[in-house]
């Protein structure tokens, strides 16, 4: 394969037609803007014979194909090529490559030999076509099209008869398997050298097969000089070819895996909460002290056909998040059980709820495509599978550009900014299918329709659990993106919350201790009301809830979201979202948010992104309970803003570090309490 890389590298667009311009003297002189000054004066001292000229005319199909513009990194592309897996970037496949909304811990920078080898799928087609053309065999005669075979070569162009005659008279061109030319990319000196050998070769055969008066000493004397002059070259093509060979063997004795890339994420945090250091209404709480720790994720994306992914997540954190705050009348419990989520940021998002560093397998799943709706030839439909650890934004484009970052250290601080929180209602194992419709997909999002369900508690075989009896929820959502610009999403999730389990927990559940008595879990996103209106419905448990079946919710939630890039340097979003919660034996409840975002990419330097963000999380707006212990005299619905704003600098590839503030100014819905100032500056480090 690396000898035919070498023979891959005997060609040229515009070096060929400098080179062997032997049967125009015009268009050769034209072409010496595509070469290199020394190059091009080299190729107009060519002069052959009519006797020559004559002859080569019978000249046979020579393997000559051209290749891009060579660079100082010619042997690490070549070599990242022979990785099989493609570059997984984006949390979904991108024509089942996983696409722009793949969680971005798979799109990671390499930094190392091995990296770099999994992220150049480029490459990898590169040497799928040179296996193509080494298969070739034109037909004999082929000549005879001359430059028309090739499909983006038009008689209008200005080298076009030089192309014409060159193919005609000597059949020195080939091109590439798809039948392009590529001739509008520069020449260097290297392929200069590398197209003239090549011909140069074919004619010293027909020298070989021909009479004595087949070509004139002048002829000799004039190829002579010319392979004399690039010598220097065509030794250093030759060297490097040599040193590809070497380094190709020591990678794939020494590679990680065929089939698997590894990639990583550590997050470093200092957060502190600026506002009433004793936290809200004088309640102590994990909210008034400075915190610093950590976060960190590494990925195994394995691919087994190049076209599917297996993604096995380990993560670990130690951050809790600023859970504090008293409801606005008394319902028992204590402040870390019944305070907001509002002050959630996305790396308080770990496995272990004992918040030290324990390692756990925190998402499992499995793309893999199938033949659905295919526009302009691509396809991007693909089949979702989750064994643990799924939510809908692996699946579902989210329409919020910049300030989404899959719960990463790269785009919003806060899990409220970074996605609509209708994403949150449901988590776990189960499956989901997306329809791809468009092929447009690079920042804004793909257009699809995806369907999908997935379990809170698919592990656990109990009664009223499982895959199907037990916490589940239910998406449909249809997506449009018009031409990168503006992109619509119309979404709508079914849930079924058990007793305990909070609406906007993320597959979040409720549980039982040996003991029989009830461990509550805690939300995402949102005041402790919006994700628990059953504790609001009947403050004393009444009714008795608890049992297992008993005290469920059920909600019905409806969204919207959309985006919209005016120019490269600035994106708007939005979302808005109402669930409809139906208390089981209690009565209903209605929970409204909305938000709104400006991102500015490449603010300050290339990478980098300044972004506000402000709106409502999910609040309880409103209640209808038949408890007898609920009183609209006591129950308040006070509505708080959320406002952040954020500046992520990119300070390489690998790193970034980011400073925010996140303002709540009325927490859990309680005029009575405290605003909440955070303050953070979180280091991303990405590998």
Same mark, same amino acid.
């Given at each position: ?26 268009? %050769? &002189? #034209?072409?010496?803007?595509?070469? +290199? ?5 080299? /190729?107009?001292? *060519? !002069?052959? $014979? ?10 046979? %199909? &020579? #393997?000559?194909?051209?290749?891009? +513009? ?5 042997? /690490?592309?070549? *070599? !990242?090529? $022979? ?11 991108? &024509? ?592």
């Amino acid at each position: 394969m690396l000898k035919l890389l070498w023979r891959y590298q005997l060609i040229g667009h515009a070096a060929l037609g400098a080179a062997l311009a032997v049967s125009s003297a015009a268009v %050769a &002189a #034209e072409g010496n803007a595509a070469l +290199q000054p020394e190059a091009a004066q080299k /190729a107009a001292e *060519i !002069e052959l $014979s009519d006797a020559t000229k004559a002859n080569l005319k019978e000249v046979k %199909a &020579a #393997e000559v194909v051209p290749v891009a +513009q060579q660079d100082t990194t010619t042997e /690490a592309k070549a *070599i !990242e090529a $022979s990785q099989p897996i493609e570059n997984a970037a984006p949390k979904l496949p991108v &024509a089942v490559a996983l696409s722009n909304e793949v969680r971005p811990e798979t799109n990671a920078t390499a930094t190392s030999s091995v990296e770099q080898i999994a992220q150049n799928a480029n490459n990898a087609e590169i040497l799928r076509e040179i296996n193509l053309y080494s298969n070739e065999n034109p037909a004999a005669g082929q000549s005879l099209q001359g430059a028309s075979k090739f499909r983006d070569v038009r008689p209008t162009d200005w080298a076009f008869q030089a192309l014409d005659d060159l193919i005609k008279r000597y059949d020195c061109l080939v091109g590439y398997p798809d039948g392009t030319f590529r001739g509008n990319r520069p020449l260097s000196r290297y392929e200069f050298a590398a197209g003239l050998n090549a011909c140069l070769n074919q004619i010293e055969r027909l020298i070989a097969e021909a009479t004595t008066d087949f070509v004139t000493k002048e002829d000799l004397e004039t190829l002579r000089r010319l392979m004399q002059e690039f010598e220097a070259e065509l030794a250093t093509l030759g060297t490097r070819v040599d040193n590809l060979e070497a380094r190709t063997a020591f990678l794939e004795d020494h590679q990680f895996s065929t089939t698997t890339k590894l990639s990583g994420e550590v997050i470093f945090a200092l957060t502190n909460n600026f506002g009433n250091d004793r936290g809200l209404n004088n309640t102590l709480s994990s909210i008034g002290e400075a915190a610093f720790g950590d976060r960190v994720r590494l990925t195994f994306n394995t691919s087994f056909t190049g076209k599917d992914r297996l993604v096995t997540r380990l993560a670990a954190g130690n951050l809790r998040s600023f859970t504090g705050g008293s409801l606005p009348f008394p319902t028992g419990g204590n402040p870390d059980t019944t305070g907001t989520y509002e002050g959630t940021q996305t790396f308080n998002l770990q496995p272990s709820e004992n918040f030290d560093n324990n390692v756990k397998v925190d998402w499992l799943a499995y793309y893999f495509p199938f033949a659905g709706i295919n526009t302009l030839g691509v396809n991007n439909s693909y089949v979702y599978v989750a064994a643990t650890g799924g939510i809908w934004s692996d699946i579902a484009p989210t329409t919020n550009p910049y300030f989404e970052d899959y719960d990463g250290g790269n785009g919003a601080l806060s899990t409220f900014a970074s996605e609509n929180p209708i994403y949150r209602v449901g988590g776990g194992a189960g499956a989901a299918i997306s329809f791809g419709f468009s092929p447009l997909e690079s920042v804004i999002g793909p257009s699809t329709v995806t369907l999908g369900y997935l379990a809170g508690e698919a592990n656990n075989p109990g009664q009223s659990r499982g895959l199907f009896n037990g916490d589940y929820a239910a998406l449909a959502q249809a997506n449009f993106n018009l031409f990168d610009y503006f992109a619509v999403g119309l979404t709508y999730v079914h849930g079924y919350h058990g007793y305990g389990s909070p609406i906007y927990g993320a597959g979040s559940t409720g549980t039982f201790n040996d003991s029989s008595q009830f461990v509550s879990n805690s939300g995402v996103v949102g005041s402790y009301m919006a994700n628990n209106p059953l504790f609001q419905a009947d403050p004393g448990n009444a009714l008795g809830g608890g049992g297992l079946g008993i005290g469920a919710t059920v909600t019905n939630s409806y969204g919207a979201e959309v985006a919209f890039r005016p120019f490269s340097g600035i994106s708007v979003s939005g979302f808005v979202t109402k669930t409809d919660a139906t208390l089981i034996n209690l009565g209903d409840a209605d929970i409204w948010s909305w938000g709104g975002g400006v991102a500015f990419p490449d603010f300050g330097k290339q990478g980098s992104v300044l972004g506000f963000f402000g709106g409502i999380q999910p609040t309880l707006r409103g209640i209808n309970s038949t408890s007898p212990l609920f009183s609209r005299d006591t129950f308040r619905m006070d509505t708080g803003w959320h406002v952040e704003g954020f500046y992520k600098y990119q300070v390489t590839d690998n790193i970034s570090i980011t400073p925010g503030v996140i303002w709540l100014t009325r927490p859990n819905q309680n005029n009575n309490s405290e605003p909440i100032v955070i303050g953070t500056l979180r280091t991303t480090f990405k590998f």
